[in-house]
């Protein structure tokens, strides 16, 4: 009888089940206008967009395919033309990539900050840092080890920027490079207890469950933009201009600015609205 | 979160099966007529198969990427991030692997099979076809092994696909992602749920193919 079962039946039964597993999921609809958004992890990873886009899928009737890269490759991808529309975090290389001729129609979306995390022991001191210039000095004097992104990201165009503040970054083996991103990077300076820096969404998101805290933070320096550009239709004819388009107007509506506003982890709000001012009638 | 997997693991058995079946209809005859033919450079070709099988899966994702990237040669079919991208990659990967484990299983079959059969009057293609029946064991295992490499692959399927959520997110660019969010045992599942599907097409393939063994 089990002989009978094994020999015949469950190669049957595994047969149907695979050719279930074979047929086309509803989501992948080829019939519905695909956009392609390319993103940095910080903002896919918090979950924002799987909380936002559906509403605008659901609007519309297009599908949002989003790729999770720093923001560095992100403007790559789009200076290539892989991608339609882009949403990223860093103005300077979004101001050099929009004059390059690359995008257009730029809109800020929303912001958060950076922070500065490190062990809870804090042994370099930053958090009787008296600005972000002493905190950063501090980290390089008391040989805290920085753990760096390294990866062309917002976040590593970011680092690079307050190094200058401190006349260059820690030399190795106080500077660590991973090259991944935000979540890998602040696991490794959990596991090795050093200090790195994040944005606060995704510090928020996944950093909670680990043995780091913020050190440094609050500093106009520290602000976090994000920016929406849509690809330049006159370098990349294919790219779905008008589609891309309606997905700016709505992430810069009231509607998903509304919603922006309104996603929390742990009660904290990640991202605030900065597209329209929200008390205006 | 369950209909998730259920799709995710429908996206990667249906590029795999799709890449290792394209891979197979190449590589079967490739490597049978390798190993039946005699020709100046054979084994030169035969090192360079064999060393093709170590090919790194990023660097066969980046080549991919530069063929089929908008500002690429092949841009203009605008395949790049959809499943067929992925298919492409694992397609490459699954070639050198397929051919040369055909290659071995086939030159390991006795000659005299082959001067059997045309000595009982068997066409060439006959004659060839009985040696392809003796080497069964050893071209069945060359698929596997083939579908066993690009399942398990997730360097060309980031890099192609994208990990787009429901589209071309495979089951282990899942767990790559699972793995970066700090969700461990998510992505632990997600491996064994793969490990089950993988075993579930092999007892599918040796019931189907190998049941005279």
């Known amino acids: 009888m089990i002989q009978c079962f094994r020999r015949r039946w469950l190669p049957l039964v595994l047969s149907l089940a695979i050719f279930a597993f074979l047929q086309k999921p509803v989501t992948a609809d080829s019939s519905s206008t695909r956009i392609r958004m390319a993103t940095t992890t910080s903002t896919d990873n918090s979950g924002l967009l799987e909380y936002l886009l559906p509403h605008f899928e659901e609007q519309s009737g297009f599908i949002v395919d989003v790729i999770a890269v720093g923001t560095g490759k992100a403007l790559k991808l789009a200076e290539r033309g892989d991608v339609d529309i882009i949403l990223v975090h860093a103005p300077a290389a979004e101001k050099t990539f929009v004059d390059a001729g690359w995008g257009v129609n730029r809109r800020a979306v929303m912001v958060n900050d950076f922070l500065i995390v490190g062990p809870p022991a804090d042994p370099a001191g930053l958090k009787n840092a008296t600005s972000l210039t002493d905190a950063l000095k501090r980290l390089k004097q008391n040989q805290g080890t920085f753990v760096s992104r390294g990866d062309d990201s917002g976040t590593h165009k970011k680092e690079l920027e307050l190094w200058t503040l401190a006349d260059g970054q820690p030399q190795a083996p106080y500077h660590l490079e991973t090259g991944q991103g935000m979540e890998a990077t602040l696991r490794i300076a959990h596991e090795k207890q050093a200090y790195t820096l994040t944005d606060r969404g995704t510090f928020l998101a996944v950093g909670a469950p680990m043995d780091l805290v913020p050190v440094f933070e609050s500093d106009a320096r520290l602000e976090n933009p994000y920016s929406i550009i849509v690809v330049n239709p006159a370098r990349h004819s294919h790219v779905k201009y008008l589609a891309s388009m309606r997905l700016l107007a709505w992430m810069t509506s009231r509607e998903g600015q509304a919603l922006i506003g309104a996603f929390r982890k742990e009660g904290e709000i990640l991202f605030f609205p900065t597209a329209v001012p929200m008390k205006e009638k | ?213």
Not at chain 2, 56 to 71: A, Q
Not at chain 2, 152 to 175: C, P
Not at chain 2, 182 to 204: E, K
């Open chain 2, 1 to 213: 979160m369950s209909l998730e997997v259920f799709n995710i693991m429908g996206i990667s058995l249906r590029v795999s099966l799709c890449a290792t079946a394209l891979a197979t209809l190449v590589s079967v005859p490739s490597g049978f007529i390798l190993a039946v033919s005699s020709f100046r450079g054979k084994r030169a070709l035969v090192t360079t198969i064999n060393t093709l099988m170590a090919l790194p899966t990023v660097v066969v994702g980046l080549l991919v990427y530069i063929l089929l990237s908008r500002s690429g040669p092949l841009g203009s079919f605008g395949i790049l991030y959809t499943p067929t991208a992925i298919i492409v990659g694992q397609f490459i990967l699954a070639l050198p692997i397929i051919t040369a484990i055909t290659y071995a299983a086939v030159s390991s079959v006795d000659e005299r099979v082959r001067k059997t059969a045309e000595s009982l009057g068997a066409s060439p293609f006959q004659a060839s076809w009985m040696v392809l029946k003796e080497g069964r064991v050893g071209i069945i295992a060359a698929i596997i092994a083939g579908f066993g490499r690009v399942i398990a692959e997730v360097g060309s399927a980031i890099m192609v696909g994208g990990n787009i959520r429901g589209y071309t997110r495979t089951m282990t660019t899942a767990i790559t992602l699972e793995t970066s969010k700090g969700n461990f045992y998510l992505g632990l599942t997600l491996g064994v749920i793969l490990l089950v599907a993988a075993l579930s097409i092999n007892m599918i393939v040796a019931h189907f193919l190998g049941r005279k063994t």
